[in-house]
């Protein structure tokens, strides 16, 4: 059963924004699809007095534009309209892919990209492919925006930088024009499984490789780019060697940031054979959304 809670449903962002603004004193938290929220309501974790500000009826939080040539995202938008989206298939199909593996369909229905964001697990599914776009997330109260890269917002496990009276307002993708991509996903098992481990590619070719991005998911406190082997493989050939050595790179990048730990002798070894079957997977020319493959 729920613990009694404070209820507060705003009909309009900026009705939202004033009531986080003049409500300072009592702790408020944000309630998007509440896949997440709910459980720690369900557990207790929320201070007494707390108030549940409910978003998910804000239409103007669920939007999907391009401006400039980037991608804007809504943070209402859910990983189930995520992962259907022809919009986001063609632009960011890794982003697609990612959002059709979160959870079940209800919790696809239900669960939004802004909330697998400002949650912060290590382990959310949308975060390595927004990293792969250089994504940046714009956070808005009633007196300030300001634009930040996601991979500054995430700041520790379960821990983004959210600012009293912020909400997220929107997520911004960079085009990713010519690449090609590969996508690796490891479960304990077949159905409703966290990610162990999460590696996304996207490689520019032409002859050599002339660009590789490599972000690396569930791995780490915070979701990384391994930007030693990203380095390594810009201007080389895309040979068995050089396909290995980056993929054992981006391996020991994992090491560097969590230390050695009791699951190294596991970790590293798979996370390396994952990069090398992404590597080979963008090579192959995939657009990775599981579209046209079999
Ligand atoms: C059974 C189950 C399976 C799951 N499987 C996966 C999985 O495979 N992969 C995965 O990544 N996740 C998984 N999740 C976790 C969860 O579904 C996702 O993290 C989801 O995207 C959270 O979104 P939400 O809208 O439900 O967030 P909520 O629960 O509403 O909110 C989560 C947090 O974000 C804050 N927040 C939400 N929106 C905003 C905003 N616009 N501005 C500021 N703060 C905001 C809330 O205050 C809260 O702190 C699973 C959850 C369940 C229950």
Redesign the pocket.
Known sequence: MLPPFNYFRPVTLNEALSFLANEASRPA???????????KMRSGRLPQDSFIVD?SFLEE?RYLRTAKGNLEIG??LS?GQISTSREILDFAPLLARACS????PQ?RA???????I??A?P????IPPLLLHDARVTLISLRSERTVPLISFLKDAYKSD?HEG????KITLSPLQGFSFGYQRLIPRQA????RLIVCVALKTKGQIEEARIAIGSATPVAFRARKAEAFLKGKEASPDNLDFAASLASEEMIEISGERWSTPYKRPVLQALAKRALLEALSGSRGNGEGEN
């Open positions: 938290f944000i309630l998007a699809g509440g896949t997440d929220l709910i459980l978003i939080l943070p209402l990983h593996e979160v959870g079940t919790v239900r669960g939004t990209i802004g909330g697998n400002v949650h697990s382990a959310a599914d949308s959210l912020e909400l997220l307002w409703v499984g966290i990610a």
